[in-house]
């Protein structure tokens, strides 16, 4: 036999009111489980998202570096004739003669004195 209670003026089963708090408390589980579940997934998204961010950080960085050396290399590359002009241009004056100097500094005061 099957007990029965009044419940707002209707007769509810103890079998119903059983079912129902089963019920509730299933669900109740189900909404824990997925908060749980939810809570992983947004971990997991965060930790993909750095990875990803670190990834690019990365690859940017590289291509920097990459574009830096390319840099150097080219400036070097435009500067080593100058430096050269430069080198010879002093090894020339350096080479002058006291002799040819003097002629030089003599010609030079002639001009301011005169």
């Known amino acids: 036999m099957i007990s029965s209670y009044l419940l707002g003026g209707d007769i509810v089963s103890?079998?119903?009111?059983?079912r129902v708090k089963s019920a509730e408390k299933e669900a109740e589980l189900?909404?824990?489980e997925a908060k749980k579940e939810?809570?992983?997934?947004?971990?997991?998204?965060?930790?993909e998202a750095f990875s990803q961010y670190k990834a690019i950080v990365d690859e940017a960085n590289e291509e920097r570096n990459k574009e830096v050396v390319?840099?150097?290399?080219?400036g070097?590359?435009?500067a080593?004739?100058?430096l050269e002009a430069a080198k010879h241009e002093a090894?020339?004056?350096?080479?002058i003669s006291d002799k040819e100097l003097n002629s030089v500094v003599?010609?030079?005061v002639e001009r301011i004195v005169s």
């Open 80 to 82: 080593n004739p100058i």
């Open 91 to 95: 090894d020339s004056i350096k080479s």
């Open 76 to 78: 070097e590359r435009l």
């Open 14 to 18: 103890v079998d119903a009111i059983s």
């Open 38 to 47: 939810a809570k992983s997934i947004i971990e997991d998204g965060k930790k």
């Open 70 to 74: 390319k840099a150097e290399k080219e």
């Open 30 to 32: 189900l909404v824990e």
């Open 106 to 108: 003599s010609l030079i």
